[in-house]
């Protein structure tokens, strides 16, 4: 015969009660909610003489939702109910759930819903939006399986009654995790633990924590395998517990709960295993003179699970507080601990304090050349010297990357000495290797003032030695943040300018002496406020460096002075070239090469229209890298210039290994060429030795006519400045070509 089950449904029981006749037991209730009697009688059948843990079934029945709902009123212990989805309404079955659970709050009795109609409620949909235990289809259900789901559901209720039996236990365990929670660092922990256990089973607090070490750790000469942590004949204050477990049987409990893994118990004692994930593994020895009872058992359980919660929280709190406040490679407190200490001295109102922050210079090139191993190693070195040296009572961390801060009375040490001390050779994996730093100072002296706001000020002080004093220290005055202040304020509203069109290009002839004729133009970078005001490139240039924002604003630049070489070539065909300025940080960014070719590649100019206009300061980067690149761009066919020369790198013995093509005499030799006080013979030195290079020179800042007269005396044939043009927007150009082509 088939099982399926309207097969067996057919089959004839009047009894409305199914109890094995030989047990007297006190019965499993389940209730079966459906309209169809068919499904009642095939459900009798299905479930006759079932017998679960010792206790026999009783069928309860209802054939609609609010027919069920009394039953459910005066069974409050019904153990499972079999409800059908569709009844009196196509949701009855689930508005019943609701009911089951928020009205009456039988949240224990277990819910399997049937439907004949899946299609009503989606099984994924209705798992996930209603508390129901299992969901079936009635044409899927078999006796097997109806079996199967009845006897998983009084299992499941069952083992949720006998704990639910033990609510006081389980709201004592609730309280105990709660005032463990509240609990700081593991051996405070523990002793609370002791605590709370002995009362969930109402004994006396005689027992021990340890921790089982682990292969790594060191047994000490005794032998022992485990670390005591706290002692219910002992303070969690004191600080020193025995090494030894002397008592053997004790010992010999710990030992059996270690090797097992798991908890023990024997009639006068019991050892709970808490397993850690983030720490040696926790045992519990507790003296509970007495075997442990009945629902105990489950109570220590749920009670273990709370404690490992507790007691790797408690771990995870110790690494959190101790990454809060301590640098992980390097052991020692971080900036949030040095902002801490100087709150707390300046509570205490100490003697003046001196704070200064050290840098490495150049740490990230020595990083890259050396590895991050040696880089490591070198922090940790720096650190232990400064520990070393410094006087006792000095405060030292680690800022952040390659910078550190020290902080002691101001005159307990100086930054000459600590200079001395980090400049003489540390021995970094058998070779010697020497530094320099550049420090940023404070007195802290303004009781008013932060922990964060008195390193904000020394790392103001740090940031303009580094921009202008490097391997030297300069200390902190109003003046330096205030200028620090109009430099942010500078580059917010050079963000600004660049992205809401306030940039322009200014252009300055340069003309040929021999025909009096232009020759190429110069694009010079202006910036225009809304209001009209003109800030000047000598306040805006460095900030966009040093930011930077150069790099995006540079390539602006490009694009603006070629697409305008293009509308004067067709206007006017003559031919010019233009100089564009390129920063170093430009010159530097790995793209550089790429953006020229695809510049040149856009615009209909020749190559040889453009001039790419470099500083003397370009020299110092990495001869090789310069050379390799200034290759390129004469391959692609543009030019290179240097701008301002004699201005900067004093070394001239680049110019015969790199290739530039011309060369700029600046403004201020220009200036006193003439002076027979403060007369120069550079521009005549710097005309003759582009001549011997077979370089272009070309005068800048020319604005009188005795100037011009001496430079072609000079043989300097090619000039710019004001005494020809000012430097002019694109239209002005064109009215200044309109009249000087005429």
Not at 188 to 208: F, H, K
Not at 279 to 292: A, G
């Amino acid at each position: 015969m088939s099982d399926e089950l309207i097969v067996f449904a057919e089959e004839e029981n009047n009894d409305s009660t199914l109890v094995a006749t030989n047990n007297s037991s006190r019965p499993w209730k389940v209730l079966v909610v459906d309209d169809d009697k068919d499904v009642h009688e095939v459900t009798k059948f299905g479930l006759k003489g079932l017998v679960f843990l010792g206790q026999p079934l009783e069928l309860l029945h209802a054939y609609s939702a609010k027919e069920a709902q009394e039953t459910l009123a005066e069974n409050k212990d019904i153990a499972v109910i079999l409800l059908d989805v569709v009844m009196e309404t196509e949701s009855a079955g689930l508005d019943l759930v609701k009911t089951i659970r928020d009205d009456l709050a039988l949240t224990n009795t277990r819910i399997i819903l049937r439907t004949g109609q899946p299609g009503y409620a989606p099984e994924i949909e209705v798992i996930l939006k209603y508390d129901i235990n299992d969901y079936k289809n009635k044409a899927d259900l078999t006796r097997t399986r109806l079996y199967t789901s009845v006897t998983a559901a009084i299992r499941s209720y069952s083992e949720i009654t006998a704990i639910d039996s033990s609510r006081k236990g389980l709201e004592r365990i609730v309280h105990a995790s709660s005032e463990l929670m509240s609990l700081h660092g593991i051996r405070e922990l523990a002793n609370g633990i002791i605590c709370q256990l002995a009362a969930l089973l109402g004994v006396s607090e005689e027992g021990m924590i340890c921790f089982k070490k682990n292969s790594n750790d060191e047994i000490n000469a005794t032998g022992s395998e485990f670390t005591i942590v706290a002692a219910s004949a002992q303070p969690s204050s004191q600080k020193e517990y025995p090494e030894v477990i002397e008592d053997a049987n004790i010992n010999a409990m710990l030992l059996e709960a270690s090797s097992k893994r798991r908890s023990i118990e024997n009639d006068y004692a019991c050892v709970l295993y808490f397993p850690s994930e983030f720490r040696n593994d926790m045992l519990l020895y507790l003296d509970i003179q007495r075997p442990l009872e009945g629902t105990e058992h489950q109570l220590l359980e749920v009670f273990c699970s709370n404690i490992s919660v507790c007691l790797d929280n408690a771990t995870i709190l110790d690494r959190l507080h101790n990454y809060a406040y301590f640098d992980s490679l390097l052991n020692i407190p971080n900036r949030v601990s040095f902002a801490n200490q100087i709150d707390k001295t300046m509570l205490r109102q100490l003697h003046p304090q001196l704070i200064t922050l050290i840098d490495i210079d150049h740490f990230s090139g020595m990083n890259d050349t050396l590895g991050s191993e040696s880089g490591d190693e070198l922090l940790k070195l720096v650190a232990n010297r400064l520990s070393a040296n410094l006087a006792e009572g000095s405060f030292i961390c680690r800022i952040s990357g390659d910078t550190f801060g020290v902080m002691g009375p101001e005159n307990s040490f100086t930054v000459e000495q600590i200079n001395e001390m980090l400049t003489k050779p540390f021995e970094l994996f058998g070779d010697d290797l020497t530094i320099s730093i550049t420090q940023g100072c404070y007195i802290l002296k303004d009781a008013n003032i932060s922990g964060n706001n008195a390193i904000k000020r020394a790392n103001i002080a740090l940031k303009r030695a580094k921009d202008i004093a490097r391997g030297e220290f300069i200390e902190y005055t109003h003046e330096i943040e205030r200028e620090t202040q109009q430099r942010m304020l500078l580059l917010q509203g050079l963000r600004k300018a660049h992205s809401e069109g306030e940039l322009f290009l200014a252009y300055q002839p340069q003309i040929d002496l021999r025909t009096g004729k232009i020759s190429g133009l110069e694009a010079l970078i202006r910036w225009r406020t809304k209001s009209g005001a003109l800030i000047s490139p000598v306040e805006f240039i460095p900030v966009a460096e040093s930011s930077g924002l150069i790099v995006p604003i540079g390539e602006w630049v490009m694009d603006t002075a070629m697409r305008d070489l293009e509308i004067i070539e067709k206007k006017y065909g003559l031919g010019l070239q233009v100089g564009i300025n390129i920063s170093p940080a430009q010159f530097r960014h790995p793209d550089f090469l790429k953006l020229i070719q695809s510049k040149l590649d856009n615009f209909s100019l020749k190559p040889q229209q453009v001039e790419f206009e470099v500083t003397e300061s370009v020299a110092m980067i990495d001869t090789n890298s310069v050379r390799e690149i200034l290759q390129v761009i004469h391959d692609l066919g543009a030019k290179v210039a240097i701008d301002d020369f004699g201005t900067g790198f004093s070394c001239l013995s680049y110019l015969e290994t790199l290739n530039f093509d011309r060369l700029k005499i600046d403004k201020s030799f220009i200036d006193k060429m003439l002076d027979k006080q403060k007369g120069t013979h550079i521009p005549e030195m710097i005309i003759n030795l582009g001549r011997d290079l077979d370089m272009a020179v070309i005068a800048e800042g020319v604005e009188t006519v005795e100037q011009v007269e001496r430079l072609k005396e000079l043989l300097c044939f090619e000039v710019q400045g004001y005494h020809y043009a000012k430097p002019m927007e694109l239209e002005l150009l064109f009215n200044w070509l309109d009249e000087h082509l005429n």
